[in-house]
């Protein structure tokens, strides 16, 4: 059974930062494309960053030159570095995998920014 837990969500001033990490279980996570979404208050998620098997990375452009995101297979993990952060940046931080052309999600971990 495919598993992700996210955590390192949390409350932090404008132009912060957070790390957040996701651990996965249940299947040899090394071989697909990983990414991190968000959906805040009344929006679709969306995608914030992705990486494939191979770490060729992708972002979101409102994040770009803020956020990185990295996986460590030996680990089953992916890890999504956020700088600079800013308040449009509140939301519901989810972990995702796609296997086999489905999609696995986390539970969710919140990231606020205010002051």
């Known amino acids: 059974q495919v598993r992700l837990v996210e955590s390192g969500g949390g409350l932090v001033q404008p132009g912060g930062s957070l790390r957040l990490s996701c651990a996965g279980s249940?299947?040899?996570?090394?071989?697909?494309?990983m990414g991190w979404y968000r959906q805040a208050p009344g929006k679709q998620r969306e995608l914030v960053a992705s990486i494939t098997r191979g770490s060729t990375t992708n972002y979101a452009d409102s994040v770009k030159g803020r956020f990185t995101i990295s996986r460590d297979n030996a680990k089953n993990g992916v890890f999504l570095q956020m700088n600079s952060l800013q308040p449009e940046d509140t939301a519901v931080y989810y972990c995702q995998v796609e296997i086999f052309g489905r999609n696995y999600w986390g539970q969710g971990t919140q990231v606020t920014v205010s002051s």
């Open positions: 249940g299947s040899i996570f090394s071989l697909y494309p």
